[in-house]
């Protein structure tokens, strides 16, 4: 029988909650490239800074981003550069659902 660590499984259940939004999904790539302040991430994304903002501190308070002030900036950037990896294999397994689910359809 294959042990679960309870509290390993809720700690995994509550990051990818955190990470349930497609908004902060995309802050997550573009800080995969290397930290940035919250003007380069709002010209990439093309959102209001307040929103942007919003969601930088919520992935703040969760551990998922890390925050440092340089100057009057504050640069955000992946606290664990292992999520990049794992978002990345995440989008791996959809496009290969998304294409059986097409060749199904095409039946």
Do not use: W
Request: proline share 5%; glycine share 4%; with cysteine.
């Amino acid at each position: 029988m294959c042990e679960i660590d309870e509290k390993l499984v809720e700690a995994q259940a509550e990051l990818c909650k955190s990470l349930a939004h497609p908004l902060r999904l995309k802050i997550l790539s573009i800080l995969s490239t290397g930290p940035k302040n919250v003007t380069d991430i709002v010209k990439t994304i093309g959102e209001p800074q307040p929103l942007v903002s919003r969601h930088l501190l919520f992935l703040k308070e969760k551990g998922v981003v890390k925050a440092e002030r340089k100057g009057t900036n504050i640069y955000y950037s992946l606290a664990h550069p292992e999520l990049q990896e794992a978002c990345k294999i995440i989008q791996q397994v959809l496009r290969k659902i998304l294409a059986e689910k097409a060749s199904i359809a095409t039946r």
